[in-house]
């Protein structure tokens, strides 16, 4: 365990007045929820403190809490903490804020942030599974409310304990929260999981359009006008991209949107065996190491990622056979 990390971490979160934290880019269950867990722990035990959540709101991730609005002229030596995110250029909404020192927490291989008190690992599932840690560890306060939110950010990265980040520790922590403040796992599935038809209609899409290569990759340019035949989110790309862990015929897969507003091309990356951030950094991405992501502006791109996300298939093929 990190005892002297985590004595570090509440010791800095002890010596300022205000405190910031931030997540990244296109928020998941995993950076609200830790971003306002460990918010609203640090409300609890210090009350006099000013502690905001900034970025951008989203509306279906409401049943975690909402992001605060804050005047950032009005800050002037914030502590900052980040959650969930490696690199500075996927952090929402710090551009105007002035800052001194940095608690770093997260998940995914290291990049440019280096927080004055860092705790990186990519042995944790999850930011969530980290805060748990770091709450259950220390004086910070958690109630039943910050529970939940944990569990559920554990739950989604941890894709209900499916994926390879999986691990004992990630047990104990979803055990803990559930035992200590007696959660009703079932209602926060609800809000996790619940989908409308049409959602499964997008995925049926997926399925019925997708190329598979004989090294077993998957792929599918989605075509833009079914999220407005479907009334889906284009966001829901990200989230579908999980269902289709189990298939025999897939080692990696991809699915590519296109954003006409920024125009930019958005890839959705997940594997069974081949490692696939590395081919996601070429483009603009990056991520774990089964689970990428990546965005980029030139059309070309896409048959480049397709071709050598499909070549790392056919060496892990060729690696396992032998
Ligand atoms: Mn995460």
Redesign the pocket.
């Known amino acids: 365990m990190n005892k002297d990390l985590f004595k570090q971490i509440f010791k800095l979160i002890k010596n300022y007045d205000e405190i910031i934290l931030a997540r990244h880019i296109s928020p ?1 269950p ?2 609200v929820g ?1 971003q306002l867990a460990l918010r609203d722990s640090i409300r609890l035990t210090f009350p006099n403190k000013k502690v905001y959540a900034i970025g951008v709101g989203v509306s279906k991730f409401k049943y975690l809490g909402l992001m605060d609005k804050i005047d950032t002229n009005s800050i002037t030596n914030a502590l900052l903490i980040v959650l ?1 995110v490696p690199n500075y250029s996927r952090i929402d909404g710090i551009e105007d804020i002035s800052y001194h020192d940095i608690i770093k927490i997260d ?2 291989p290291k990049e440019d942030i280096v927080g004055t008190v860092d705790f990186t690992s990519s042995k944790y599932s ?2 969530c599974e980290m805060v748990a840690e770091l709450l259950l560890n220390t004086r910070l306060i958690i109630n039943k409310q910050i529970a939940e939110k944990l569990f559920i ?1 554990i739950v989604s ?1 941890s894709e209900r304990f499916l994926f390879k980040n999986t691990t004992a520790h990630t047990f104990e922590m979803a055990y803990k929260l559930v035992a200590k403040f007696n959660l009703d796992t079932f209602s926060l599935y609800t809000s996790l999981y619940e989908k409308s038809f049409n959602d499964y209609l997008f995925e049926a899409y997926i399925i019925n359009n997708m190329t598979i290569t004989k090294n077993n990759f998957g792929y599918l340019v989605i075509d833009n006008t079914i999220f407005d035949k479907l009334k889906v989110d284009s966001a829901s790309a990200s989230i579908v991209v999980n269902n289709f862990n189990f298939i025999k015929d897939l080692l990696a897969w991809c699915f590519i949107t296109y954003d006409a507003k920024n125009e930019i091309y958005k890839a959705n990356i997940r594997s069974r065996g081949p490692i696939i951030n590395e081919i996601a950094s070429h483009y603009n991405g990056g991520g774990h190491q089964y689970a990428s992501g990546a965005r980029f502006i030139n059309k070309e791109d896409i048959e480049k990622i397709f071709n050598e996300l499909d070549k790392a298939c056919q060496e892990y093929k060729e690696h396992e056979n032998q």
């Open positions: 998941d995993d950076a830790s969930d998940h995914h999850s930011a950010g990265d």
